[in-house]
T-cell receptor, first 114, second 112 residues
């Protein structure tokens, strides 16, 4: 089955810096790649997603890039703010399966210092 | 608020017991997904139901079962509970196959 590896496991940045989280996936048939943000004790919330027919997608300070050949995708957060501190999860799902049937990475704990 | 409702929020029970977790999807969503989140295993997909029928199965133990009722709410039944079953259990829902899934706030299960 699908395997998603996520790095780094922890990331500490100063407010205003950029943060980058990287994921690799194993199943070349995967075609949907969402990113979820989870604050302590709360539910995962979708912050951005990308489909395999697109190489990059931006939403204000957040961007995701996808390299299908290398089977990796990355989350970029610019101008980080303390409220960006949370656990971020990448995920992938296979073509032909539902977008809610996700294989998640292990998560990255992002800490933004004021 | 995602619109996905899970009850109870917290549950403490003893080993060997059986519990039922309940999920009400967003209005109009036909698919329900169950996930388990533990420190060592991360977020793991358990099972999916679509309009009352089982659609996909993941790493769900035989001691666990689920169903989706005609009103589209879903229940996850966990039996013969073990200490290692302590985790956050999330339900998510989506309206169609190729649409994003929204997560509920989770049920924290503690087995003592």
């Amino acid at each position: 089955g699908e395997n998603v590896e996520q790095h780094p496991s922890t990331l500490s940045v100063q407010e205003g810096d950029s943060a980058v989280i990287k994921c690799t996936y194993s199943d070349s048939a995967s075609n949907y790649f969402p990113w979820y943000k989870q604050e302590l004790g709360k539910r995962p919330q979708l912050i951005i997603d990308i489909r395999s027919n697109v190489g990059e997608k931006k939403d204000q300070r957040i961007a995701v890039t996808l390299n299908k050949t290398a089977k990796h995708f990355s989350l970029h957060i610019t101008e980080t703010q303390p409220e960006d501190s949370a656990v971020y999860f990448c995920a992938a799902t296979r073509r032909g399966t539902s977008y809610g049937k996700l294989t998640f990475g292990q998560g990255t704990i992002l800490t933004v210092h004021p | 608020d995602s619109g996905v409702t899970q009850t109870p929020k917290h549950l403490i029970t003893a080993t060997g017991q059986r519990v039922t977790l309940r999920c009400s999807p967003r209005s109009g969503d036909l698919s329900v997904y169950w996930y388990q989140q533990s420190l060592d295993q991360g977020l793991q997909f358990l099972i999916q139901y679509y309009n009352g029928e089982e659609r996909a199965k993941g790493n769900i133990l035989e001691r666990f079962s689920a169903q989706q009722f005609p009103d589209l709410h879903s229940e996850l039944n966990l039996s013969s509970l073990e200490l290692g079953d302590s985790a956050l259990y999330f339900c998510a829902s989506s309206v169609e196959r190729n649409t994003e899934a929204f997560f509920g706030q989770g049920t924290r299960l503690t087995v003592v």
